[in-house]
């Protein structure tokens, strides 16, 4: 009777493939970990003192573009949970506040309001989406800055970019109007924004118009008014699938379209979150220290993508 022998290459292959499968299953469970909480809460300070409450979601570099999401009345950050991990996945840093007018909707309190203590004027919200610019364009943090606005947001942010007009590279508004205390208010700021403007809408005539008149004077070049075809609801709510699901996917393909002009060119690593390449660091060391000759090979596959 003969006793087989095992080949060497299939002696090695074995023990590589033994260790590959559990490392590789290691990465994966820290990296979807990672992809989950990948939200970092910050605190930002106005030009008048007030506290304002963010979630930052990173886009992997500071150079790549950031998005400043504001939220519509009676809200809160918490409307942009499902949208602001999209936009991190075209590209885009993500900011987005409590604004100092808001409230609970989404089961989450606004937490600039309660700290303040009651509700704020539309116009001084100015102030919470100014200090969300400022720290956009602070040190590190090279890449263009957009503005997005949602209903009363949305008005804002015309302002926002006729004040900041050197710092603010485009204008997203979903369902804008004159929503603020001056009537002509955001006509005037429209009429000094040059940079490209997105705007959507509700499946409402009055709504549609609304937004309409106000892209109507502004000079910029590049300028687009989505009008759903399928279905829109108010403000930036109609991307959510939970308050939009006939026409939440049509809506999101306007706004990407739009999104198109500044996404950032990728290079292999850019995109992969921060976390993740701290993880494929500490993976070489260890691999290093305890198998070079399996684990160093093994980490070269798995994370140098």
């Known amino acids: 009777m003969q006793t087989s022998k095992k080949h060497p290459k299939t002696s090695v292959f074995s023990k590589k493939r033994a260790l590959r499968v559990p490392f590789q299953l290691l990465l994966i469970t820290i990296g979807l970990a990672l992809s989950v909480n990948a939200r970092e809460q910050i605190t930002l300070t106005a030009s008048?003192?007030?506290?304002?409450?963010?979630?930052?979601?990173?886009?992997?570099?500071?150079?790549?573009?950031?998005?400043?999401?504001?939220?519509?009345?009676?809200?809160?950050?918490?409307?942009?949970?499902?949208?602001?991990?999209?936009?991190?996945?075209?590209?885009?840093?993500?900011?987005?506040?409590?604004?100092?007018?808001?409230?609970?909707?989404?089961?989450q309190q606004n937490e600039t309001v309660?700290?303040?203590?009651?509700?704020?004027?539309?116009?001084?919200?100015?102030?919470?989406?100014?200090?969300?610019?400022?720290?956009?364009?602070?040190?590190?943090n090279n890449g263009k800055v957009l503005a997005w606005g949602s209903s009363y947001s949305a008005a804002l942010v015309f302002v926002l970019a006729a004040e900041h007009h050197d710092e603010v590279a485009g204008v997203l508004g979903f369902s804008p109007g004159e929503y603020l205390d001056s009537p002509n208010a955001v006509h005037e700021a429209a009429a000094k924004v040059t940079v490209p403007i997105f705007v959507s809408s509700a499946n409402d005539h009055d709504e549609i118009a609304a937004a309409n008149s106000i892209l109507a004077v502004a000079p910029a070049?590049?300028?687009?008014?989505?009008?759903?075809?399928?279905?829109?609801?108010?403000?930036?709510?109609?991307?959510?699938?939970?308050?939009?699901?006939?026409?939440?996917?049509?809506?999101?393909?306007?706004?990407?379209?739009?999104?198109?002009?500044?996404?950032?060119?990728?290079?292999?690593?850019?995109?992969?979150?921060?976390?993740?390449n701290a993880v494929c660091i500490l993976a070489a060391v260890v691999s290093e220290a305890t198998a070079p000759s399996s684990y160093a090979t093994l980490h070269q596959e798995v994370c140098d993508i």
């Open 48 to 107: 008048d003192g007030v506290k304002v409450y963010a979630d930052f979601y990173p886009a992997g570099s500071n150079s790549q573009p950031y998005i400043l999401l504001f939220h519509q009345a009676g809200s809160n950050r918490a409307e942009y949970a499902p949208i602001a991990p999209r936009l991190v996945k075209l590209g885009f840093n993500c900011l987005a506040i409590d604004q100092r007018s808001g409230g609970d909707l989404w089961g």
């Open 114 to 140: 309660r700290h303040v203590g009651h509700n704020g004027e539309y116009l001084d919200v100015l102030k919470d989406m100014e200090a969300a610019l400022a720290w956009a364009r602070s040190a590190g």
């Open 221 to 276: 070049q590049k300028k687009t008014q989505f009008v759903p075809r399928v279905a829109g609801v108010h403000g930036s709510s109609t991307l959510r699938e939970d308050k939009n699901r006939a026409g939440e996917s049509e809506n999101w393909r306007a706004a990407e379209e739009f999104l198109a002009g500044f996404e950032p060119r990728k290079s292999r690593t850019e995109g992969i979150p921060r976390a993740v």
